[in-house]
């Protein structure tokens, strides 16, 4: 078992700045990858960025490139989504996910485990 809490969201002008914190715990040979996600209202949910725990690295969505931001806090098992410049676009509830991923990290479908999400409004 896996458990994901989510922090950090709210509400911000459009430029400004949010960092959202992932909390893991629970069995870590149950996943290679933390990711997050987002998802607009009546929209899909999508992949923002992610962490693969196995090479420590981290990738970001093309559509969030040079604005977001994935790092990990080693000691405290959290994985942080920084994300500046913010546009009204990226409002949406934001959702980490922990899964054994062996494709694309992209994929809500090869995820097993969700947090609660945190909500994120831009306004402009």
């Known amino acids: 078992q896996v458990q994901l809490v989510e922090s950090g969201g709210g509400s911000v002008q459009a430029g400004g700045s949010l960092r959202l914190s992932c909390a893991v715990s629970?069995?870590?040979?149950?996943?290679?990858?933390i990711a997050w996600f987002r998802q607009a209202p009546e929209k899909e949910r999508e992949g923002v960025g992610a962490?693969?725990?196995?090479?420590?690295?981290?990738s970001v969505a093309s559509s969030v490139e040079g604005r977001f931001t994935i790092s990990r806090d080693n000691a405290k098992n959290i994985v942080y989504l920084q994300m500046n410049s913010l546009k009204p676009e990226d409002t949406g509830m934001y959702y980490c996910?922990?899964?054994?991923?062996?494709?694309?990290?992209?994929?809500?479908?090869?995820?097993?485990?969700w947090g609660q999400g945190t909500q994120v409004t831009v306004s402009s």
């Open positions: 996910a922990a899964g054994w991923i062996v494709d694309s990290w992209k994929q809500v479908r090869d995820y097993k485990y």
């Open positions: 629970g069995d870590t040979w149950e996943y290679n990858f």
């Open positions: 962490y693969y725990r196995l090479a420590s690295s981290v």
